[in-house]
């Protein structure tokens, strides 16, 4: 499974900007598909995440302002952001987990940069 992160970039807070992230490759079984993110210092930490049953989960510190959605049958996620915050600048990781050979395989993509700043 390969997993393509778009989006982010520079953001002024109060901002909404909406990161993509597209599997691909042996794409059968994906239960889950999100982000995690990773700002300077810090420990990766899980920011959204979707099964295909729509069921979501979010860090405390994004709920209310980010709203994660799905395309099974394309294999696409959507992280929407809005009134981003200084502290929400980070790498952003695309994750997906699919079932695989009996047990749970994690995939991430290659990071995307957001940073909020005026």
């Known amino acids: 499974v390969q997993l393509q992160a778009s989006g982010g970039g520079l953001v002024q807070p109060g901002g909404s900007p909406r990161l993509s992230c597209a599997a691909s490759?042996?794409?059968?079984?994906?239960?889950?598909m999100g982000w995690y993110r990773q700002a300077p210092g810090k420990q990766r930490e899980l920011v959204a995440v979707?099964?295909?049953?729509?069921?979501?989960n979010y860090v405390d510190s994004v709920k209310g302002r980010f709203t994660i959605s799905r395309d099974n049958a394309k294999n696409t996620a959507w992280l929407q952001m809005n009134t981003l915050k200084p502290e929400d600048t980070a790498v952003y990781y695309c994750?997906?987990?699919?079932?695989?050979?009996?047990?749970?395989?994690?995939?991430w993509g290659q990071g995307t940069q957001v940073t909020v700043s005026s």
């Open positions: 994750y997906a987990e699919q079932f695989y050979g009996g047990r749970n395989v994690d995939y």
């Open positions: 979707i099964n295909t049953a729509g069921s979501r």
């Open positions: 490759g042996s794409i059968f079984s994906i239960n889950v």
